[in-house]
T-cell receptor, first 113, second 122 residues
Framework: KQEVTQIPAALSVPEGENLVLNCSFT??????LQWFRQDPGKGLTSLLL?????REQTSGRLNASLDKSSGRSTLYIAASQPGDSATYLC????????????FGTGTRLKVLA | KAGVTQTPRYLIKTRGQQVTLSCSPI?????VSWYQQTPGQGLQFLFE???????NKGNFPGRFSGRQFSNSRSEMNVSTLELGDSALYLC?????????????????????FGAGTRLSVL
């Protein structure tokens, strides 16, 4: 059974700092992995999607890496800003022909001005 | 283009009642997924529909059901509400074209979420 874990659960950093959010999954047989951002009381916004055959994806100040063999993904945020404050969730879609995503519990990020 | 629209945004019901939530996907998207989000359990998959067919179902009791219409709009229904059904219900849409198939690429697998329906059961 696939399980997704995110560490740390919460993180508080000063503005301008580079930071790394971690995501671990127990079964390496995945189709893809997505990183999402959720603002309080709102839905999720997809940040990056990494296909199982890829090693990383980049969008602006965000870079996500994927190491399937070790069951890990990291989201790197460069030069953090107060507007980056949100909960970040990673989600894994298993490779077994399913169309569901299994979500981690998220990392709640606060960037201090 | 318009995003994923969920209605209503807020609902208050009492135990034993039933409720229907609606989700209108982004135009052209044929896949709609539903998730339940609670502080204790996080985001949990309910079901996924594609072209009016349920392709996957999560581990929820039969009180939770859904359907998809020919225009890809989807509804989920919860009967005999319990206190534990209080949650944020999110739907997500995507093109769902596998990478490697004609017209398939990563972008077409991105999930776009609506703002959710917050259900409170009293």
């Amino acid at each position: 059974k696939q399980e997704v874990t995110q560490i740390p659960a919460a993180l508080s950093v000063p503005e301008g700092e580079n930071l790394v959010l971690n995501c671990s999954f127990t079964d390496s047989a995945i189709y893809n992995l997505q990183w999402f951002r959720q603002d309080p009381g709102k839905g999720l916004t997809s940040l990056l999607l990494i296909q199982s055959s890829q090693r990383e994806q980049t969008s602006g100040r965000l870079n996500a890496s994927l190491d399937k063999s070790s069951g890990r993904s990291t989201l790197y945020i460069a030069a953090s800003q107060p507007g980056d404050s949100a909960t970040y969730l990673c989600a894994v879609r298993p490779a077994s022909g399913t169309y569901k995503y299994i979500f981690g519990t998220g990392t709640r990020l606060k960037v201090l001005a | 283009k318009a995003g994923v629209t969920q209605t209503p945004r807020y609902l208050i019901k009492t135990r034993g009642q039933q409720v229907t939530l609606s989700c209108s996907p982004i135009s052209g998207h044929r896949s709609v997924s539903w998730y339940q989000q609670t502080p204790g359990q996080g985001l949990q998959f309910l079901f996924e529909y594609f072209s009016e067919t349920q392709r996957n179902k999560g581990n929820f009791p039969g009180r939770f059901s859904g359907r998809q219409f020919s225009n890809s709009r989807s509804e989920m229904n919860v009967s005999t509400l319990e206190l534990g059904d209080s949650a944020l219900y999110l739907c997500a849409s995507s093109y769902s074209v596998p990478v490697g198939l004609a017209g398939g690429n990563i972008a077409k697998n991105i999930q776009y979420f609506g703002a959710g329906t917050r259900l409170s059961v009293l």
